[in-house]
């Protein structure tokens, strides 16, 4: 009897143990958002979200560092640890050193949320995830790391949970909404300015791999995409974190520069937020960005950015795709490419994405959306604060020159660069009124 207990524990064990990161991404954020619907419709919670706005000193400590709100953002802070745990000890690794690196980075994640909440720091449009990196980079490049906090700098975990969440905010209904200029938009721009800068990746002697994550990264949506695309290819988790870096540095003076030429050029609002939706690389940049132009420059901001995200899917499945092709033919390999192959590149937390995405836009009603978007907004951006911290944490600045002499770093600015223009070009021609009627944006 004690060997058929001892048996099936150990399969218990294998099991889990078998699931892989992507699986516990979907696991853990679809848990939450679960949690999240299920609070709202069997109890009727009024969830209530921590909070990081502060003007000055007496609001820091009445708003943001009163009881309640580090109580709330303590909860969050435990079951964080508790669900990313169990995939911490099921994968085998360290618990107990994951542990003490997790309570300090979700402190540092929420350090940089509090930064950012500065009402003069907001007004500029300086995110969170800038002084998230920041902290990480500052911390890793002036001291040597404990192992037990390396230990928990888990990036690519952290955003694919985030992800998972972020998959319910990304409507079907708003991208039909949006209209042909922002479909089109999206698709110009993230194929064209993917092969360009895969094309000058390797005019640069930049290779493939690199390539393929740093194109993802400037045309689809930055560090998600980068994520998506290492994945569907297996990419070098060192060269994933030197892209991620390349792309959270370069955004913090586009944010900045790109809402400034908008208003001293006197480019109309729409023109200039379908630009900035096309350039910047998450919905949040694009939005603090675009409200430095104008309500209308947000919204159409926001329509091209979602009108990108929900590029993801498809392009983890064609890279996947390429990808397998491409080993193939270089190794010579007899077995033709197959949809087996095809599926065993493909990032499985992209399913998650899309299912979070199809639950939300087609059986979740539109006004439970809009109520527990708050809580799911929230849990989400913890997520990504705790990434973007071990982000600066795996990375050094050093790299940024040294690997492969620079040149990945130099391809990524040229591409970005055309990005830029020619994403200005299609904003102009699309949202203008040149080739389709202006959008009723307002």
């Given amino acids: 009897m004690q060997e058929d207990v001892t048996y099936i524990d150990s399969h218990k064990r294998s099991f889990l143990s078998g699931l892989s990161e992507d699986i516990w991404a979907v696991l853990i954020g679809g848990l939450l958002i679960a949690a999240v619907l299920a609070g709202f419709y069997f109890f009727n919670i009024k969830f209530t979200t ?30 964080f640890l508790v669900l990313s745990s169990l995939a911490v000890a ?12 997790f309570l300090a980075i979700f402190i540092l994640g929420v350090f940089s949320l509090i930064i950012a909440g500065n ?78 800068a895969l094309w000058l990746c390797r005019r640069l002697k930049v290779d493939d791999e690199f390539g393929v994550i740093l194109a993802s990264a400037v045309s689809i949506c930055g560090v998600s995409a980068a994520i ?63 409200e430095l132009v104008g309500p209308a420059a947000t919204k159409a901001g926001v329509i091209v950015k979602f009108s990108q995200n929900v590029l993801i899917g498809i392009a983890a499945f064609l890279i996947a795709a390429w990808w397998v092709v491409k080993k193939t033919k270089v190794t010579g390999d007899q077995e033709k490419p197959s949809l087996k192959l095809i599926w065993e590149r493909f990032p499985k937390f992209v399913l998650g994405f899309i299912a979070a995405s199809l639950v939300f836009s087609f059986l979740i009603p539109a006004n439970t959306g809009k109520q527990v978007s708050g809580i799911l907004n929230s849990l989400r951006t913890i997520w990504f604060a705790l990434a973007f911290v071990s982000i600066g944490l795996e990375a050094r600045f050093l790299d940024l020159f040294r690997i492969q002499e620079g040149r990945p770093a130099l391809a990524f600015v040229g591409a970005q660069i055309f990005n830029i223009i020619w994403t200005l070009l ?7 009124g040149v080739l389709l009627p202006r959008p009723d944006i307002r």
């Fill in 119 to 196: 009402r003069s720091i907001s007004y500029y449009g300086i995110e969170y995830v800038v002084f998230a990196l920041l902290i990480g980079l500052l911390l890793n490049n002036l001291f040597s790391l404990p192992i037990w906090l390396k230990e928990a700098a888990r990036s690519e975990f952290f955003i694919k949970t985030g992800l998972i969440i972020l998959g319910a905010s990304i409507l079907f209904t708003d991208i039909i909404n949006a209209g042909l200029p922002g479909l089109l938009q999206s698709v110009l721009v993230v194929a064209v300015v993917w092969f360009f």
């Fill in 228 to 290: 998506v695309a290492s994945g569907a290819i297996k990419g070098d988790k060192k060269k994933l974190s030197y892209v991620t870096t390349l792309v959270l540095l370069v955004a913090i003076p586009m944010m900045i520069v790109l809402p400034w030429i908008i208003t001293k050029f006197g480019i109309s609002e729409i023109v200039g937020g379908a630009w900035l939706g096309g350039t910047l690389d998450t919905t949040a940049s694009v939005t603090a960005a675009a």
């Fill in 50 to 79: 921590p909070v990081y706005l502060w003007a000055n000193g007496s609001d820091l400590i009445s708003k943001v560092l009163a009881a309640e709100n580090l109580i709330l953002l303590a909860i969050t802070g435990i079951i």
């Fill in 90 to 101: 099921a994968s085998g690794n360290n618990i107990k050193k994951y542990i003490a690196g």
């Fill in 426 to 432: 299609w904003a102009y021609l699309l949202f203008g």
